[in-house]
């Protein structure tokens, strides 16, 4: 049962959650592993939380359906913390990553699992230009779960975002893919 | 030779699209399906497939399109959902009458209303009695395999009769998995060339298609249709198992899952049925016997070989992802009593589920196995899971 690991993506309409549940999948099918990745379609609206789901597996995946009982979490906007419940469902042994500047002691109490930040906003500002924090959380991802390694990430960065996103944006998102990974911490 | 990529269900079937190569494809956008025909004229644009690519007005001028363009003795594909579909009705019982052996891909989606865009069953259900086979896919994998399949299986001499192969709305069409996809060569070979036998274009064999047919010979006109209903089994069969040789992935009328021994079973269509089977697995660890079918075709529908193989069960829920507005459930569940009337013992609960997209998760497919096994379910009446009171 447990060889999957399902990741939920908690954010706001724009901030890429779309883009990076399905990339992170495309990812693992890539590397020869099941990947399955989608969003949670609702009223579209630039700014109103929304959810996806990524399914990273050794062997085919067969749920079709929300993730309800989540591995890890992912947080692209922190405010979502306190209107809705992002670790609901999640388990005791279960991670959550938060796009925060605050330490991950601040939210003690919060999850029922551990806890890692990363100012992905203000790396993304700095690096990118733009406050699109979904580049530098696929990162922290890859760094927590280790489901893929940061190079790889890279190498896909550039083949399916080169001719969207021109030599300046793509260099920029690969240094905020790279820093939120390095960055990423858990108290202790 | 073989790839693994990285697709949606949409993108898969416009993949598979264009290894068919069809000669003609006509079409309007609706959501869910409407990503399928953006990836499909974009390989027209490109060039990457040699389709006449007809943009029309309306579904209803779309399936006329495919009508004509079919008539003419060409390949021809199509795709809608929903509203879509329910605006192309009466051609889409032409198109069966005239026996045109097109293939359209209907992404399910709600028939509204009140508006929804997501999924359940009640526009491909709708037609059920319109003639056209219907083959339900439950992951992308099985998008580009039934589209390959369905080509084959259309244009059988002894068929000649439009195929449906559907996949769920966004929890199918807007999903990213993995689909292994044979090569071009191998997937032209398998689907081969288009040989119309009655062509209207052949003016040294001039026929006529969709005259007037008053009592003298309709009636025979629809027991042929309805023959030609029958002898699709046994192609959809063969199809399936010819596919099978050359993929690794072979198909037949249902996916019976560990159904064999199973006091309980599930019987779903679509996506459901995976979710269905992670959770039948989990229970099979804690030591009980459950199973679940995946019906893959359902018109034809082969009443025989399903009693056979569910029918020595204690009880059944058939899960129905359409409300049937007859007063007793869904419209699965009446033909899957019919067909095992004479099997046995069988106890059949039919359950009413997903409408407009909502969430089938593991708990209630458990839920579903619990009721059965209690015998809490009410088999006069249609349970609807999930819904609030």
Redesign the interface.
């Known amino acids: 049962m447990k060889n999957m690991t399902e990741i939920r993506w908690h954010g706001r309409g724009g901030q890429g959650v779309k883009t990076a549940c399905e990339f992170f999948a495309a990812v693992a099918i890539r590397e020869g592993k099941y990947g399955q990745g989608f969003p949670e379609y609702g009223p579209e609206r630039s700014g109103a939380p929304m959810k996806g789901f990524t399914r990273i597996s050794g062997e085919a995946i067969r749920e079709h359906c929300g993730v309800h009982h989540p591995d890890v979490v992912v947080v692209l906007d922190e405010s979502l913390v306190v209107s809705e419940d992002v670790c609901d469902g999640l388990g005791r042994d279960g991670t959550a990553i938060i796009n925060t500047a605050r330490p991950p002691s601040a939210f003690a109490g919060r999850c029922a699992g551990a806890v890692w930040t990363v100012d992905a906003t203000k790396i993304a500002l700095e690096e990118i230009g733009r406050p699109i924090p979904n580049m530098p959380m696929i990162g922290a991802l890859a760094r927590v779960t280790g489901l893929l390694d940061i190079e790889t990430i890279g190498r896909n960065v550039e083949r399916d975002f080169a001719a969207k996103f021109g030599r300046k944006t793509l260099d920029g998102n690969l240094r905020a893919l790279r820093r939120a990974h390095d960055e990423v911490k858990r108290d202790g | 030779m073989k790839r ?3 697709l ?1 269900g949409n993108e898969s079937a416009a993949e598979a699209m264009r290894q068919i190569n069809p000669d003609v494809v006509a079409a309007y956008p609706i959501t869910p399906q409407t990503e399928l025909m953006h990836a499909f004229t974009q390989l027209v644009a490109d060039g990457a497939v040699k389709t006449e690519m007809i943009l029309v007005e309306s579904e209803h001028s779309a399936m006329s399109a495919c009508v004509g363009a079919a008539a003419a003795g060409v390949r021809v594909m199509t795709a809608t959902s929903a509203n879509g579909l329910a605006l192309m009705w009466e051609i889409v019982y032409i198109a069966a009458s005239l026996r045109l052996p097109l293939v359209m891909a209907v992404v399910n989606r709600a028939l509204s209303g009140p508006i929804n ?2 999924c359940d069953h009640s526009d491909s259900m709708g037609c059920r009695d319109s003639g056209w086979i219907q083959l339900y896919g ?2 992308p994998q099985e998008v580009y395999d039934n589209m390959l399949q369905a080509v084959r299986i259309a244009e059988h001499p002894d068929v000649l009769l439009p195929v449906m192969p559907t996949y ?1 709305g ?3 069409s ?5 689909v292994d996809v044979i090569g071009d060569d191998e997937a032209s070979a398998f689907v081969g060339e288009p040989k119309p036998r009655f062509s209207l274009l052949d003016i040294d064999r001039p026929v006529t298609y969709g005259p007037l047919d008053l009592q003298d010979y309709y009636f025979e006109h629809k027991k042929q249709q309805a023959e030609a209903m029958k002898r699709a089994k046994e192609v959809v069969r063969e199809v399936g198992e010819e596919y099978g040789a050359r993929t690794g992935r072979a198909y037949g009328f249902f996916d019976a899952y560990r159904t064999e021994d199973a006091e309980q079973i599930i019987l779903c269509l679509g ?2 049925a ?2 269905a ?2 959770v039948a ?2 229970l099979r660890d804690g030591g009980r016997k459950v199973g679940v079918l995946k019906l893959r075709m359902f018109r034809p529908f082969p009443a025989e070989e399903l009693a056979r193989a569910i029918g020595h069960a204690r009880s059944i829920a058939v899960l129905d992802r359409a409300e049937g507005f007859n007063g007793v459930g869904g419209p699965v569940c009446p033909e899957v009593k019919a067909a095992l009337y004479k099997a046995g013992g069988a106890d059949v609960f039919n359950y009413v589920y997903g409408l407009g997209g909502r ?5 209630l497919i458990r839920s579903v196995f619990d009721d059965l096994e209690a015998g809490r379910a009410d088999p006069r009446e249609a349970i609807h899971l999930g819904v609030r009171s």
């Open positions: 693994t990529l990285a949606t865009i997501h439950e992951n769920d966004f929890i199918i807007h999903t990213l998995e993995r996506s459901a995976g979710t089977k992670a697995d989990e969430d089938l998760g593991p708990d």
